[in-house]
């Protein structure tokens, strides 16, 4: 099965940037959709950016629209988020999830078979 692996949170005042990465076990990463969730407290696990295999098409939650640049490195077993212009309510553990086999955006948690550890990020205002 597939392992994810993230870095990249921390601390960083608002307007800063962070850069999150996902690494993923196997040798068929480039068959893997990609998204990254995120999860505050007392909420849900919601849809940040999600990636097909091919890269051939990407999606943005509307929160995060012109922000947040979701990438994949397939030759490197990574995915990334890039996070600009970070606000207070971005905090939250972000999650990176693969769906094997998939060329499809897939935008809903229970669509994801593999979920990474979460990295928190927070967002001092």
């Known amino acids: 099965q597939v392992q994810l692996v993230e870095s990249g949170g921390g601390l960083v005042q608002s307007g800063g940037s962070l850069r999150l990465s996902c690494a993923a076990s196997g040798r068929t990463f480039s068959n893997y959709a990609m998204g990254w969730f995120r999860q505050a407290p007392g909420k849900g696990r919601d849809i940040v950016a999600a990636?097909?295999?091919?890269?051939?098409?990407?999606y943005y939650a509307d929160s995060v629209k012109g922000r947040f640049t979701i990438s994949r490195d397939n030759a490197k077993n990574t995915v990334y988020l890039q996070m600009n212009r970070l606000k207070p309510e971005d905090t939250a553990v972000y999650y990176c999830?693969?769906?094997?086999?998939?060329?499809?955006?897939?935008?809903?948690?229970?669509?994801?078979?593999?979920w990474g550890q979460g990295t928190q990020v927070t967002v001092s205002s």
């Open positions: 990636i097909s295999m091919s890269v051939r098409s990407t």
């Open positions: 999830a693969a769906r094997p086999f998939s060329d499809a955006l897939h935008l809903r948690s229970y669509e994801y078979g593999y």
